[in-house]
């Protein structure tokens, strides 16, 4: 979209967290756990990857693939995800490659064979995958999206997610078209936690690091934020994660609720 200038000084644009005043061009966003509830969206979305995958393999292979991606099962039922494990922090690239190598494990045979076939179930659990139920937004959002507007600063997503399904997401709650730009893996040479996501964001937008906020609810996203120069800001779900994210953050706060938008026109 475009944002215009006029009527805005853009160098005076601000946030204001725990009382201290961030000046910013930029803000950027993670999706998952951040703006929506992410043990909430990881059951739904295994659960059909799940179901996918039983095609190929059979329990043990199953209960090995849960295992590997840190997704937990109780009562036969999937109960969440280990927020620091590969279902939760690994790019749909990195999850495909995982799983092939499961499946040439319990299946053998070649290895392209099986990396297609691991293709294939990502492919077809994300068009039987609903968007709209696996949605449960966080506190603050999009309430927060209208602020930053309000106050004439950009704003986007970095996600470990696709394209497509963060527009989805995003759309249901939000006007999509505000967001200034959206980066994924599939936009970069390395992901999160290394900096490339907000370097590209960077060039992207012609923002000076410095002038970047990353809020995130993961340790990878404040620490991609230290690596990039940028301003990290740390929304953690759990105690264990706010001890993670400490050497990174600039800033932890509750909820996207506690961060305020400053903006002064002309």
């Not at 064979?113 to 968007?131: G, L, Q, S, T």
């Not at 929304?235 to 400053?262: H, N, Q, T, W, Y």
Request: aromatic share 8%.
């Amino acid at each position: 979209m475009c944002w215009p200038s006029i009527g805005w000084r853009s160098d005076l644009a601000a946030l204001r967290v725990n009382g201290r005043r961030i000046d910013a061009d930029v803000v950027v966003f993670d999706k998952d756990g951040l703006l929506f509830d992410s043990q909430y969206f990881w059951k739904r979305l295994a659960e059909v990857r799940l179901r996918e995958l039983s095609r190929h393999v059979g329990p043990s292979g199953l209960r090995e693939w849960l295992e590997l991606f840190g997704v937990r099962e109780e009562d036969g039922r999937i109960a969440g995800a280990d927020p620091n494990g590969i279902f939760a922090l690994a790019s749909p690239q990195e999850e495909i490659v995982v799983t092939a190598s499961l499946l040439k494990k319990h299946g053998g045979g070649d290895w392209g064979a099986c990396r297609d076939a691991a293709a294939a179930v990502f492919e077809r659990a994300d068009r039987e995958f609903r968007v709209r139920d696996a949605l449960q937004p966080k506190p603050g959002f999009p309430g927060v999206f209208g602020r930053l507007r309000e106050a004439g600063i950009r704003f986007g997503i970095a996600t470990s997610d696709d394209r497509d399904r963060t527009v989805a997401s995003i759309g249901l709650f939000a006007a999509a078209d505000d967001l200034a730009f959206i980066v994924t893996p599939a936009d970069v040479r390395r992901g999160k936690p290394h900096p490339d996501m907000l370097e590209l964001i960077a060039d992207r937008t012609g923002a000076a690091p410095g002038r970047i906020v990353m809020i995130g609810d993961s340790f990878v996203d404040v620490q991609m934020a230290r690596l990039a120069g940028c301003i990290g800001i740390g929304i953690p779900d759990d105690p264990a994660m706010r001890e993670k994210m400490r050497p990174f953050a600039d800033e932890i706060v509750g909820s996207l609720e506690e961060i305020e938008a400053i903006g002064e026109r002309l």
